[in-house]
């Protein structure tokens, strides 16, 4: 098998499995895993739910930039992103050029059920009931999946395994 020498980045929407997955494909790979958001908690000292309530979502999105030019600075890696890294321009670009990217695309009906009773603080969820969580899953997916779907590889299923990912590369 001819795996990529340039990490390989792990895109998609919020409950998607990035994390995750990403952990288990770097496991089998032998590489490095890096999820760019625990990497920005380390770096700020703080969480990512701080970020947004301190400074907003768009003094995040810049602080998210820089810390993926880092990372991205380094091969044989798996890298888990955030729901919208990808869908900054100039973030897009980058994953482009010094990556192979996968998005890893779940159904929304999974990605609600996934969300709805996860312990990990979504910020950008809190305070919503599940029908206005429901409607915020379609609507930012919307929005954001035509960014999605220029990734290198679309794996389409609720049950993706590192396997598959890695039957791709």
């Not at 020498?5 to 288990?24: A, D, H, N, Y």
């Not at 969580?133 to 590889?153: G, K, N, S, V």
């Amino acid at each position: 098998m001819n795996l990529p020498v340039k990490p390989v980045v792990l895109l998609g929407f919020m409950g998607s499995g990035k994390s995750t997955l990403g952990k288990q494909l770097a496991a089998l790979l032998g590489w490095d895993f890096i999820d760019l958001d625990r990497f920005i908690e380390t770096h700020e000292n703080r969480s990512i739910p701080e970020i947004f309530n301190q400074d907003g979502e768009a003094t995040f999105r810049k602080i998210e930039s820089i810390a993926l030019q880092k990372v991205l600075a380094y091969n044989c890696q798996v890298i888990a992103l955030g729901g919208g890294a990808p869908c900054q321009p100039e973030n897009l670009k980058l994953i482009k050029e010094k990556s192979l990217s996968v998005y890893l695309k779940i159904s929304e009906t999974q990605l609600f059920i996934r969300l709805a009773y996860s312990n990990t603080p979504r910020p950008l969820l809190n305070g919503k009931s599940e029908s206005e969580t429901q409607t915020f899953i379609a609507d930012l997916l919307t929005a954001r999946e035509p960014f999605y779907d220029q990734a290198d590889i679309i794996i389409e299923s609720d049950t993706i395994t590192p396997e598959m990912v890695l039957s791709k590369l």
